[in-house]
């Protein structure tokens, strides 16, 4: 006669447990745990930033676009504050008054001999450029790390919905195989 356990393979019962058996189940439980964790919490990252993609899109696009208006406003006040010296010199010593007369507007009396000097030696009256400038062109705040990622993302919604469908999957799964055995009060 063939023995019952034979038959019906490995007991699934809470037969006693070799001691090696019980260490290799709680490693087991313990790293389906940690998994299961670390699932959870990433799926819920994606899903913030699949939510959020758009709102940060535009915080961003208003932080570039206040820091440029801030660098505005700081040339401004700096060319506002030099025009009132640039008044106040032309008010008070007129020498200076005759000088810019002459470079602004080219007069020179007929009498006065120019001698050539080099450029930096010469009366520098130049109005500041709105932001700052390097090779001719308007130098920009420069964007956040993940901008480009965000600004792609929120550009692309049925990108953003397949990431979800996926997370939304990697949950279920997750809750369905990642958790440890229940346990039952007798």
Not at 90 to 111: G, N, Q, S, V, W
Not at 152 to 167: F, I, K, M, S
């Amino acid at each position: 006669m063939v023995d019952a356990t034979v038959m019906s393979g490995p007991s699934l019962s809470n037969a006693p447990r070799s001691p090696d058996d019980n260490w290799a189940h709680l490693v087991l439980a313990g790293w389906a745990s940690v998994l299961f964790w670390v699932c959870l919490f990433a799926c819920g990252g994606v899903y913030a930033l699949v939510y959020l993609a758009p709102k940060l899109a535009l915080h961003a696009d208003l932080q570039r676009t206040e820091r440029i208006n801030h660098q505005r406003l700081l040339n401004w006040q700096r060319e506002t504050a030099r025009l009132q010296r640039l008044a106040l010199a032309c008010e008070r010593d007129p020498a200076f008054a005759r000088e810019l007369a002459r470079k602004e507007f080219d007069y020179r009396p007929a009498e006065e001999e120019s001698i050539p000097v080099p450029p930096h030696l010469t009366l520098q009256i130049n109005a500041g450029s709105p932001l700052p400038v390097e090779n001719g062109e308007i130098r920009l705040p420069e964007e956040p790390w993940y901008g480009p990622f965000v600004r792609w993302l929120a550009g692309h919604p049925a990108v953003g919905n397949g990431v979800l469908w996926t997370a939304g999957l990697v949950t279920v799964l997750a809750f369905t195989f990642l958790q440890g055995p229940v346990t039952r009060a007798a």
